[in-house]
Each structure stands twice: as C-alpha cells, then as structure tokens.
Nanobody, 122 residues
Framework: QVQLVESGGGLVQAGGSLRLSCAASGLTFDTYAMGWYRQAPGKERELVAAVTSRGITYYPDSVKGRITISRDNAKNTVYLQMNRLKPEDTAVYYC????????????????WGQGTQVTVSS
C-alpha cells in the first residue's frame, strides 16, 4: 500500500520560509517522479514543483526563484523549500508520485498524499 505523508505546513508571516516534507512508503521511491502541488480555496490544483527520479527539477514560472524541490532517496522523502512566502501562497499543499515525469507535470499522478495546510499572513 502506497502512502505519502506530508508534514511541515503551518502559519507563517509574509516574507518567511517553510520546508515541507513528504515521506513515501510502499513504493520503490527512487524509481518515481515526485511533485508538489497546491490548491487554494475556489481555485484549481496547480503544480508547484516536480522532480524526476534522478533529481532533475521543473518549476512553473510563477514560483521560480522562491521554491526548491529536492529529494533524498535514502530517506524516501521529497522536500519543498519555500522562501519569501506571500499571502497568495496560502493553500493546501500536496505531494504526489508517478512513474512518469510528464504525468507528474500534467497534475495527474497516480498516488497522492493527504495534504498539509500552509497559511501566509500579511
């Protein structure tokens, strides 16, 4: 049974930083592409960052320069470092996994975590 468990969310002031973690189990982690996504109330889910099984990263233009995705295959964990946070970054953040990197980028991966809330106050 595949499980993805996010942690690290919380309340932070604008300009601050957070690091989210996603611990994976039940899959051969180093063969999966991973993605971080977010969904704000009333908005569609969007990709925040993605990483291939070998560590190649992808970021939408909207977050480039402020967000970094990384993975530790020895710990079966993917991270999302978020800096210079803005109120518009407020959302539930999800991690997800799929064998296919294009699928991860298209926001249709097979396995999803339950999400962690990030709230940025102004």
């Amino acid at each position: 049974q595949v499980q993805l468990v996010e942690s690290g969310g919380g309340l932070v002031q604008a300009g601050g930083s957070l690091r989210l973690s996603c611990a994976a189990s039940g899959l051969t982690f180093d063969t999966y592409a991973m993605g971080w996504y977010r969904q704000a109330p009333g908005k569609e889910r969007e990709l925040v960052a993605a990483v291939t099984s070998r560590g190649i990263t992808y970021y939408p233009d909207s977050v480039k320069g402020r967000i970094t995705i990384s993975r530790d295959n020895a710990k079966n964990t993917v991270y999302l470092q978020m800096n210079r946070l803005k109120p518009e970054d407020t959302a539930v953040y999800y991690c997800a996994a799929d064998k296919s990197f294009p699928v991860v980028v298209r926001i249709t991966p097979l396995y999803w975590g339950q999400g962690t809330q990030v709230t940025v106050s102004s």
